[in-house]
């Protein structure tokens, strides 16, 4: 308890208190004793005053009077209590510079005449010693106040003096100096290389401005040279846990070269230390030398560990420093035997607590004991002082030389105690200088997997127009039945090189107006194989992605948004959520009110729970577990356990993502590490968590090693029930009462359409089993279910190959029908940005593409050089595949050739797909001769047009030769449909049929109405029919709006991108030929499904190689985007469009798939697409010719 300073001051009047007054007594770091002290205050100040006033009428010979808050000066006390003539002196205070004025009674005016140096004449003076000691000294006098500084003349060349402070009566360094002339000069000769740190050369580099994020990865994958100055912050690091007595081996040790130099080394303590925003989370406090004060210094000769002394000899070879804290509290004595002590930065090399070392040659730090307390002690060889000029006996010019070593750095000493430790830039941030880099990692074991670094480099010194920006729109329909309210809104975009550098430059609005706070997502390479992060160009800006914000779009309503994407930044997002470590080997992430956290358990960071608003804990636990080739009942799933990492990699206003990554384990033959696994979780505001899985091979595999792949997710709380035609579990939290949906979007495993011969078949494994009667758990992945299966013991795994698989949780679905919840994550609302124009304007640019695509591709088809490839004038394949839907759009567009011979290589093509007379088409397709597959590109189309062009130009022969062909065909179809409910490709086969079979039926009865020939209303009853069928939400269509491949697909298991786009472009064609409205729209699919790079998805929208990567999808997919009139529609389409200059032909004549998909797997079948992209994009063509005579 501290007493009230009493002043000998009158004080006219005494404070009040009242009801009012509040009841507060002196506050730390708050000026004045508090309201509850003001009167004892002023009455104690006034019986000073009267002390003193007694005291001085005591002393006749002398008159002394004091101030007062009536007399400010004391010379009216003065002039009224002395005779004219006389000298009265005038008390000033116990720290003024002067004790007493001396004042004249002049007849009644005051006239100083002298003054008296006070005690404030020296306390207040900065003060300059020839040795510390006299400075103490000076200390105890009180003559330097607590808390006040003092400069020590330095015996050095380095500096001048040392600045030190009163510390509680105890000199300590303050770590400042006055640099030396010698000093100033060695830093002009160095100024362009001078090192901050362990020989970094960084000077120059320092001035630059650092925005342009090059690389956010793990420190293994870092991008290797650069011309340019680079800043490295390491974001993320995750030491192991302690497995050995000394935690030695678990440091995290790491140096970072440029061209074989070392520039900079960073040192982390053990234990499951963390770095995450910033902060560091360990086991440590943080000192830096300025917090320190050196208290002692001991010899050694080397050789000796147990002999030290105070005093310096000649025999000494190792000098031993030690510092305790400079505000005299004890640091702990504990860690024996542990490296306790670190420098983060790496200048004093770590070593184990305690003993003093052996004669070494470098210097290094540790924990020592010191008064029965612990300390930081530095041990060096003397010759390292004695090169700097030192003498090894000056003890006070060993404190200069630790404490200038020591100036930049950090040392973290163990506490036990788990703490987190803020204002370490310094140790987060390395400058590179250019050149070529590699980092070293120096610890006894361990790996690089764990740091997750951002490099930043150098920004161009050129002028930026801040007011520019670059205009982009789309619309976003909900087509579903389902309202989405507050719910994640995703915009498709691709940005060219250098125009946004960052997301903090983009606004978003509606046609309201309305501003929507939106976040940057980067994409990935729609071929996992390439591990390619698509989201950012060389120069750290935006490249291609995803916007996000979150809006409302009810049932059937459209939403049309703009994005301004400036040069500069415009939003200032303030607080965003960041990854929290909560514990050791606990992370943690929140966003509105859902917390989820990570647990590092078996090395492997893996999601353990989730939290909801209402502070419920859910047990929920997401990884990732791999196969070997013992087959025991299923019992031989092991879980990744290698290298594992876990970064925060976005986080705004939108959503949080987060990325794990860990390795496979050896599990019989496998070899340790074979497989990858990547999971990001996107964690969105309003209980929305998206959860994506990579799964990719390090090394090729041979055959009967690897027999799955999946992923586990563990529901510990409750055997929560799982509806498996939706591979969705759904359950309502009893405390919040907020229903639960989470359901596998996607997963894949190897398909063939076209058999094993071709490629592997690897089963999908999608189903949910009961650990215990309280717990559910969740697979997806594949997985073989026999040791025996022939694509196990005959396919082995290629290098790079990857597999995908998808959930999606809400935790606050508005649904409780497990159908419904799927459906409604699958058409959440999607948009693609592109150029602002009127999407009939895209249509005509897109056709004139088309165009040049089919004229180009056909002049090669039919010419030599195709010949090799089946093509080439006269060839069979030639002429069994020939796109005669192309003779059509030449015959429209230039004139070339008649209907008549049109008509005739139509007949002669379609003999070759068993139907020697196009009259009897029909009854070749009901006994199997004719199949859908081959006549919805061959003869469908061709028949569809050839009798629209024969009625525009008044051919009857070919019209009605045509006309009886369509209602053979189309009669066909009735009578199969009437036996099956449905259509097949095989017109001989029983069975409703697929998807795709069933549309190019209900486009054949749609043309038997075009034509006039439905006198029985048969056609069109099938029409419906077909229609109805392919909509059943038990079946084709269980899922609003996507059609199925098989009606009874799963729909997880079972995305078939090809098929179900070539479905939905006969079902248009379908609808165009009935002139009917399309009853249902697969839009969001299209778009969902799309690449912003152009092209799809297609590891993770179709099963099978022998399909991925195909043109043929692209051409599909042309036709519902035109006839969608969609502004989004049609910015998809084209990019898309573009990948036929980029990616179609890489070999002359070859076509491949487009990004590296195998399109070798399909066989000799390759060679089709060519002729059927033509068809495709010819039939689009020709409808749009006939739709814009319409407009004219």
């Given at each position: 308890?501290?007493?009230?300073?009493?002043?000998?001051?009158?004080?006219?009047?005494?404070?009040?208190?009242?009801?009012?007054?509040?009841?507060?007594?002196?506050?730390?770091?708050?000026?004045?004793?508090?309201?509850?002290?003001?009167?004892?205050?002023?009455?104690?100040?006034?019986?000073?005053?009267?002390?003193?006033?007694?005291?001085?009428?005591?002393?006749?010979?002398?008159?002394?009077?004091?101030?007062?808050?009536?007399?400010?000066?004391?010379?009216?006390?003065?002039?009224?209590?002395?005779?004219?003539?006389?000298?009265?002196?005038?008390?000033?205070?116990?720290?003024?510079?002067?004790?007493?004025?001396?004042?004249?009674?002049?007849?009644?005016?005051?006239?100083?005449?002298?003054?008296?140096?006070?005690?404030?004449?020296?306390?207040?003076?900065?003060?300059?010693?020839?040795?510390?000691?006299?400075?103490?000294?000076?200390?105890?006098?009180?003559?330097?106040?607590?808390?006040?500084?003092?400069?020590?003349?330095?015996?050095?060349?380095?500096?001048?003096?040392?600045?030190?402070?009163?510390?509680?009566?105890?000199?300590?360094?303050?770590?400042?100096?006055?640099?030396?002339?010698?000093?100033?000069?060695?830093?002009?000769?160095?100024?362009?290389?001078?090192?901050?740190?362990?020989?970094?050369?960084?000077?120059?580099?320092?001035?630059?401005?650092?925005?342009?994020?090059?690389?956010?990865?793990?420190?293994?994958?870092?991008?290797?040279?650069?011309?340019?100055?680079?800043?490295?912050?390491?974001?993320?690091?995750?030491?192991?846990?302690?497995?050995?007595?000394?935690?030695?081996?678990?440091?995290?040790?790491?140096?970072?070269?440029?061209?074989?130099?070392?520039?900079?080394?960073?040192?982390?303590?053990?234990?499951?230390?963390?770095?995450?925003?910033?902060?560091?989370?360990?086991?440590?406090?943080?000192?830096?030398?300025?917090?320190?004060?050196?208290?002692?210094?001991?010899?050694?000769?080397?050789?000796?560990?147990?002999?030290?002394?105070?005093?310096?000899?000649?025999?000494?070879?190792?000098?031993?420093?030690?510092?305790?804290?400079?505000?005299?509290?004890?640091?702990?004595?504990?860690?024996?035997?542990?490296?306790?002590?670190?420098?983060?930065?790496?200048?004093?090399?770590?070593?184990?607590?305690?003993?003093?070392?052996?004669?070494?040659?470098?210097?290094?730090?540790?924990?020592?004991?010191?008064?029965?307390?612990?300390?930081?002690?530095?041990?060096?060889?003397?010759?390292?002082?004695?090169?700097?000029?030192?003498?090894?006996?000056?003890?006070?010019?060993?404190?200069?030389?630790?404490e200038n070593k020591a100036r930049h750095s950090v040392f973290s000493y163990w506490t036990f105690s788990w703490t987190p430790v803020t204002g370490i830039d310094d140790v987060l941030t390395v400058l590179v200088p250019p050149g070529a880099m590699t980092v070293d990692f120096l610890s006894a074991e361990g790996g690089l997997g764990g740091v997750i670094v951002k490099v930043y480099e150098e920004d161009a010194h050129t002028e930026v127009d801040?007011?520019?920006?670059?205009?982009?729109?789309?619309?976003?329909?909900?087509?579903?039945?389902?309202?989405?309210?507050?719910?994640?809104?995703?915009?498709?975009?691709?940005?060219?090189?250098?125009?946004?550098?960052?997301?903090?430059?983009?606004?978003?609005?509606?046609?309201?107006?309305?501003?929507?706070?939106?976040?940057?997502?980067?994409?990935?390479?729609?071929?996992?194989?390439?591990?390619?992060?698509?989201?950012?160009?060389?120069?750290?800006?935006?490249?291609?992605?995803?916007?996000?914000?979150?809006?409302?779009?009810?049932?059937?309503?459209?939403?049309?948004?703009?994005?301004?994407?400036?040069?500069?930044?415009?939003?200032?997002?303030?607080?965003?959520?960041?990854?929290?470590?909560?514990?050791?080997?606990?992370?943690?992430?929140?966003?509105?009110?859902?917390?989820?956290?990570?647990?590092?358990?078996?090395?492997?960071?893996?999601?353990?729970?989730?939290?909801?608003?209402?502070?419920?804990?859910?047990?929920?636990?997401?990884?990732?577990?791999?196969?070997?080739?013992?087959?025991?009942?299923?019992?031989?799933?092991?879980?990744?356990?290698?290298?594992?990492?876990?970064?925060?990699?976005?986080?705004?206003?939108?959503?949080?993502?987060?990325?794990?990554?860990?390795?496979?384990?050896?599990?019989?033959?496998?070899?340790?590490?074979?497989?990858?696994?990547?999971?990001?979780?996107?964690?969105?505001?309003?209980?929305?968590?998206?959860?994506?899985?990579?799964?990719?091979?390090?090394?090729?595999?041979?055959?009967?090693?690897?027999?799955?792949?999946?992923?586990?997710?563990?529901?510990?709380?409750?055997?929560?029930?799982?509806?498996?035609?939706?591979?969705?579990?759904?359950?309502?939290?009893?405390?919040?009462?907020?229903?639960?949906?989470?359901?596998?979007?996607?997963?894949?495993?190897?398909?063939?359409?076209?058999?094993?011969?071709?490629?592997?078949?690897?089963?999908?494994?999608?189903?949910?089993?009961?650990?215990?009667?309280?717990?559910?758990?969740?697979?997806?992945?594949?997985?073989?279910?026999?040791?025996?299966?022939?694509?196990?013991?005959?396919?082995?795994?290629?290098?790079?190959?990857?597999?995908?698989?998808?959930?999606?949780?809400?935790?606050?679905?508005?649904?409780?029908?497990?159908?419904?919840?799927?459906?409604?994550?699958?058409?959440?609302?999607?948009?693609?940005?592109?150029?602002?124009?009127?999407?009939?304007?895209?249509?005509?640019?897109?056709?004139?593409?088309?165009?040049?695509?089919?004229?180009?591709?056909?002049?090669?088809?039919?010419?030599?050089?195709?010949?090799?490839?089946?093509?080439?004038?006269?060839?069979?394949?030639?002429?069994?595949?020939?796109?005669?839907?192309?003779?059509?759009?030449?015959?429209?567009?230039?004139?070339?050739?008649?209907?008549?011979?049109?008509?005739?290589?139509?007949?002669?093509?379609?003999?070759?797909?068993?139907?020697?007379?196009?009259?009897?088409?029909?009854?070749?397709?009901?006994?199997?001769?004719?199949?859908?597959?081959?006549?919805?590109?061959?003869?469908?189309?061709?028949?569809?047009?050839?009798?629209?062009?024969?009625?525009?130009?008044?051919?009857?022969?070919?019209?009605?030769?045509?006309?009886?062909?369509?209602?053979?065909?189309?009669?066909?179809?009735?009578?199969?449909?009437?036996?099956?409910?449905?259509?097949?490709?095989?017109?001989?086969?029983?069975?409703?049929?697929?998807?795709?079979?069933?549309?190019?039926?209900?486009?054949?009865?749609?043309?038997?109405?075009?034509?006039?020939?439905?006198?029985?209303?048969?056609?069109?009853?099938?029409?419906?029919?077909?229609?109805?069928?392919?909509?059943?939400?038990?079946?084709?269509?269980?899922?609003?709006?996507?059609?199925?491949?098989?009606?009874?697909?799963?729909?997880?298991?079972?995305?078939?991108?090809?098929?179900?786009?070539?479905?939905?472009?006969?079902?248009?064609?379908?609808?165009?030929?009935?002139?009917?409205?399309?009853?249902?729209?697969?839009?969001?699919?299209?778009?969902?499904?799309?690449?912003?790079?152009?092209?799809?998805?297609?590891?993770?929208?179709?099963?099978?190689?022998?399909?991925?990567?195909?043109?043929?999808?692209?051409?599909?997919?042309?036709?519902?985007?035109?006839?969608?009139?969609?502004?989004?529609?049609?910015?998809?389409?084209?990019?898309?469009?573009?990948?036929?200059?980029?990616?179609?032909?890489?070999?002359?004549?070859?076509?491949?798939?487009?990004?590296?998909?195998?399109?070798?797997?399909?066989?000799?079948?390759?060679?089709?697409?060519?002729?059927?992209?033509?068809?495709?994009?010819?039939?689009?063509?020709?409808?749009?010719?006939?739709?814009?005579?319409?407009?004219?």
């Amino acid at each position: 308890m501290s007493n009230l300073q009493e002043s000998p001051v009158w004080v006219d009047g005494i404070y009040q208190l009242t009801e009012e007054t509040p009841v507060l007594g002196k506050q730390n770091e708050v000026p004045g004793d508090g309201p509850a002290n003001i009167q004892a205050q002023q009455l104690a100040n006034r019986t000073k005053y009267l002390k003193a006033m007694m005291e001085s009428i005591a002393d006749g010979k002398e008159h002394t009077f004091y101030k007062t808050a009536s007399d400010p000066d004391g010379t009216i006390a003065g002039i009224q209590g002395t005779d004219s003539g006389k000298v009265f002196r005038v008390a000033q205070g116990e720290a003024e510079v002067f004790a007493f004025k001396y004042y004249l009674n002049d007849s009644g005016t005051a006239v100083i005449l002298t003054a008296l140096l006070g005690r404030g004449a020296i306390i207040n003076n900065v003060r300059e010693y020839p040795t510390l000691t006299l400075a103490q000294n000076d200390t105890v006098a009180g003559n330097i106040l607590d808390g006040t500084k003092c400069w020590v003349t330095n015996s050095s060349d380095s500096s001048l003096a040392d600045e030190y402070i009163n510390n509680g009566g105890t000199l300590a360094a303050t770590g400042r100096a006055m640099p030396s002339m010698t000093a100033l000069d060695t830093l002009a000769e160095n100024a362009t290389s001078a090192a901050t740190e362990a020989g970094q050369a960084l000077d120059v580099g320092k001035t630059g401005s650092y925005s342009r994020l090059v690389y956010h990865g793990s420190v293994e994958g870092m991008k290797a040279s650069s011309q340019r100055f680079r800043k490295i912050i390491i974001d993320t690091i995750q030491t192991a846990l302690a497995e050995d007595a000394t935690h030695s081996s678990r440091i995290m040790d790491l140096a970072f070269n440029v061209n074989g130099v070392r520039i900079a080394r960073r040192v982390f303590p053990p234990r499951g230390a963390q770095i995450a925003s910033r902060t560091l989370y360990s086991h440590s406090s943080v000192y830096r030398i300025s917090d320190l004060k050196g208290v002692q210094v001991r010899y050694t000769d080397g050789t000796n560990t147990s002999d030290t002394s105070e005093d310096y000899s000649a025999e000494a070879k190792m000098v031993l420093v030690k510092y305790v804290r400079a505000d005299n509290v004890s640091l702990p004595l504990n860690g024996i035997q542990y490296k306790s002590v670190l420098d983060m930065k790496g200048v004093f090399n770590p070593e184990p607590s305690y003993p003093v070392q052996l004669e070494r040659e470098d210097m290094t730090v540790s924990m020592g004991g010191y008064n029965g307390a612990g300390c930081i002690q530095f041990f060096m060889p003397v010759s390292i002082l004695e090169d700097s000029g030192i003498s090894p006996s000056d003890t006070r010019a060993i404190y200069n030389f630790v404490e200038n070593k020591a100036r930049h750095s950090v040392f973290s000493y163990w506490t036990f105690s788990w703490t987190p430790v803020t204002g370490i830039d310094d140790v987060l941030t390395v400058l590179v200088p250019p050149g070529a880099m590699t980092v070293d990692f120096l610890s006894a074991e361990g790996g690089l997997g764990g740091v997750i670094v951002k490099v930043y480099e150098e920004d161009a010194h050129t002028e930026v127009d801040v007011g520019e920006f670059l205009r982009l729109s789309c619309d976003v329909k909900n087509t579903s039945t389902k309202d989405y309210l507050n719910y994640p809104v995703e915009l498709k975009v691709r940005f060219p090189p250098g125009r946004v550098p960052s997301q903090d430059c983009l606004i978003l609005t509606d046609h309201n107006g309305v501003i929507y706070p939106c976040q940057f997502a980067g994409a990935t390479h729609p071929n996992a194989r390439f591990r390619s992060r698509l989201g950012y160009h060389p120069d750290g800006s935006l490249a291609a992605g995803s916007v996000f914000c979150m809006a409302d779009i009810p049932a059937g309503q459209t939403l049309f948004f703009e994005l301004r994407a400036y040069s500069t930044a415009r939003n200032t997002n303030g607080s965003l959520p960041g990854l929290t470590p909560a514990g050791v080997g606990n992370s943690q992430i929140t966003v509105d009110g859902f917390t989820l956290k990570f647990t590092l358990q078996n090395d492997v960071w893996s999601l353990s729970t989730i939290t909801d608003p209402a502070t419920t804990v859910h047990r929920v636990a997401y990884g990732s577990w791999v196969c070997g080739s013992a087959f025991s009942a299923g019992f031989y799933e092991r879980p990744f356990d290698r290298g594992s990492s876990l970064r925060l990699i976005n986080t705004g206003p939108v959503f949080t993502e987060l990325e794990t990554v860990a390795f496979s384990p050896a599990v019989d033959s496998l070899p340790a590490k074979a497989v990858r696994s990547v999971i990001r979780y996107r964690l969105f505001r309003n209980g929305k968590l998206q959860i994506k899985t990579v799964h990719s091979m390090e090394v090729g595999l041979p055959v009967s090693v690897l027999s799955g792949v999946i992923t586990r997710m563990n529901f510990g709380d409750a055997e929560y029930p799982f509806d498996k035609p939706s591979a969705t579990l759904f359950f309502t939290d009893a405390t919040s009462g907020d229903n639960w949906g989470v359901s596998v979007i996607r997963v894949n495993g190897d398909q063939h359409r076209d058999g094993e011969t071709y490629g592997p078949l690897r089963p999908v494994y999608v189903t949910a089993l009961s650990p215990t009667n309280t717990s559910r758990r969740i697979y997806a992945g594949w997985k073989f279910s026999k040791q025996d299966d022939s694509s196990f013991v005959n396919w082995p795994v290629n290098d790079g190959w990857a597999w995908t698989v998808e959930h999606w949780v809400d935790m606050k679905v508005d649904l409780t029908d497990p159908q419904s919840i799927l459906s409604k994550a699958i058409n959440r609302p999607v948009g693609f940005l592109g150029e602002s124009s009127y999407p009939s304007v895209i249509v005509r640019k897109i056709l004139s593409e088309i165009e040049d695509h089919v004229d180009g591709s056909m002049d090669w088809w039919y010419s030599g050089d195709a010949k090799s490839m089946g093509g080439g004038s006269g060839t069979s394949r030639t002429f069994s595949y020939a796109p005669v839907t192309y003779d059509i759009l030449r015959y429209l567009r230039d004139g070339v050739g008649s209907l008549d011979t049109i008509y005739n290589r139509l007949a002669a093509i379609a003999s070759v797909f068993g139907v020697p007379t196009l009259g009897d088409i029909g009854s070749r397709y009901l006994s199997g001769n004719h199949l859908l597959q081959f006549a919805s590109r061959i003869t469908v189309p061709v028949l569809h047009w050839l009798y629209r062009v024969a009625v525009l130009k008044d051919n009857t022969t070919v019209r009605d030769n045509v006309k009886a062909a369509i209602k053979s065909f189309a009669d066909a179809i009735v009578t199969h449909y009437n036996a099956n409910g449905g259509v097949n490709l095989n017109g001989s086969a029983t069975g409703v049929g697929n998807s795709n079979s069933n549309a190019t039926g209900l486009r054949i009865v749609a043309m038997g109405i075009m034509t006039g020939q439905d006198t029985s209303g048969a056609y069109l009853a099938t029409y419906n029919g077909i229609e109805s069928l392919l909509m059943n939400s038990t079946g084709f269509m269980s899922t609003e709006n996507v059609l199925k491949e098989g009606a009874n697909d799963t729909l997880t298991s079972n995305w078939w991108l090809h098929y179900q786009v070539f479905a939905y472009n006969n079902y248009l064609f379908g609808c165009t030929a009935a002139d009917k409205s399309p009853a249902f729209d697969m839009r969001n699919l299209l778009i969902q499904s799309a690449s912003p790079v152009g092209g799809f998805d297609e590891v993770d929208y179709c099963i099978s190689e022998s399909r991925r990567g195909g043109f043929n999808t692209l051409s599909f997919a042309a036709y519902p985007m035109i006839l969608s009139k969609s502004a989004s529609m049609m910015n998809a389409l084209s990019a898309s469009i573009k990948l036929f200059s980029t990616e179609y032909g890489p070999q002359p004549g070859l076509p491949r798939r487009y990004f590296g998909f195998d399109g070798y797997q399909a066989g000799a079948n390759t060679a089709t697409d060519v002729a059927f992209v033509a068809t495709t994009f010819s039939d689009l063509w020709i409808d749009q010719y006939f739709r814009q005579r319409v407009l004219a």
